[in-house]
């Protein structure tokens, strides 16, 4: 299910090594990687390491920074909470000025935590939980990645503005805090844009078999109208519930999040439309000239294109902080991040990010939404939302 993931995993675990000693050169910048190279994790940690690496190498023919060749030390968390903690302390210990961690708050915390009491900036490489940053490291704490809540609220806003959409319905796996959280977005903008919510149901990403909530999705679609459903999980449960939905006859457009992004676990349905995701990348051949070029240049350093859009913003979140530390000429944590913050809508090849003292998340970012059809990822144009998402939203502080 995760085979060209994992291979690209594999292919970043080959170049892992010991950080540093404590002793390393202080000049210039150095970056440390305490994510996973080896374990579950490492599906997802690393091609945005590549990325990551990528970034160096581009940024290092141009100079480096501050006037010296980026370092980058790392150490593999082996998809292990303690392990993460380990590997975080290490970076510090290495002189790592910016530790960069798990794409995932739960298994990236523990070495983001490590970097917040040493008093270094930290970054997940993808996590979409707000705890990921200011709520529950620290504020030198960031994440590269919106919130999930920016995900469903695409999709409603999207299908109410453009589709016409009236009657939705949730189905959320509750595996993970980003699959309730994306659905949190969606049941929050769809109301919001003139839209009913007619139910939501759960599911367990390892239940074999989701017909009840099948049968109950088609008797909402028979009886009340609805015209959408959407569905908030990732491989390999949400394939399987994708799979299940279709054989039953149930053919109303199926919005997810970006979670089910990329064509590696489309075999499982060979002949699906109608199925969409937003991204803010599009591996495939993104309509942006500068990220396909980004695109052709990680092909050609790793022999292939990433697999889904979490490579990339890493990328932009890199490129802020370059701009950070050469405007206040130095790499002291405090200083870099009051720069950051003031940030507002300031462009990246990904499109504007924004921070500010109290959010290290993007909450109002322009997505695309694409079509999964018959083996290939299209995309339909891009969506940024109208509101910012609400604090009680982005929290999930109702009921």
Known sequence: ?????IASALVASSVASSAMPANAAKDG??????????????AYDGEATKMAQLWIEQQNAKGGLLGHPIKQ?????KSDRVEGAKAGQAM???GADVVL???DYDYGAPAALQAQKAGLISVFLGASDPKAGVAGVGKLSFTANNAGQVEGATMAEWGINKRGFKKGYVLVDNLLEYNKSSCAGYEW??????????????????????????????????????????LCSVTPGGASAIKQIRAAGINIPILSNTGMDGLYWNSAVPDLKDFYVPVQAVFSGDPRPEVEALT??????????PATQYAYPIYAWLDLYAQA???VGSTDAEKVVAEMNTYKEVPTVLGTRSFSDLVHIQTQIPMFVTEIKDGKQNVIEEVKISQDIPNDVLYRLKK
């Open 101 to 103: 961690v798990t794409a």
């Open 92 to 94: 510090v210990q290495g």
């Open 73 to 77: 030390i790392q150490q593999d968390t």
């Open 1 to 5: 299910m995760f085979k060209r993931l």
């Open 189 to 230: 903008a769809f109301p919001l844009h003139g839209g009913t919510i007619v139910a939501k149901d759960e599911f367990k990403n390892a239940d074999a078999s989701i017909s009840s909530q099948v049968t109950r999705l088609a008797n909402a679609v028979r009886d009340e109208g609805v015209d959408n459903v959407m």
């Open 325 to 327: 530390i050469t405007k």
């Open 29 to 42: 910048v150095t970056l440390g990687f305490a994510v996973a190279f080896t374990g579950w994790e490492a």
């Open 296 to 305: 052709k240049a990680y092909e050609a350093k790793y022999g292939g294109r």
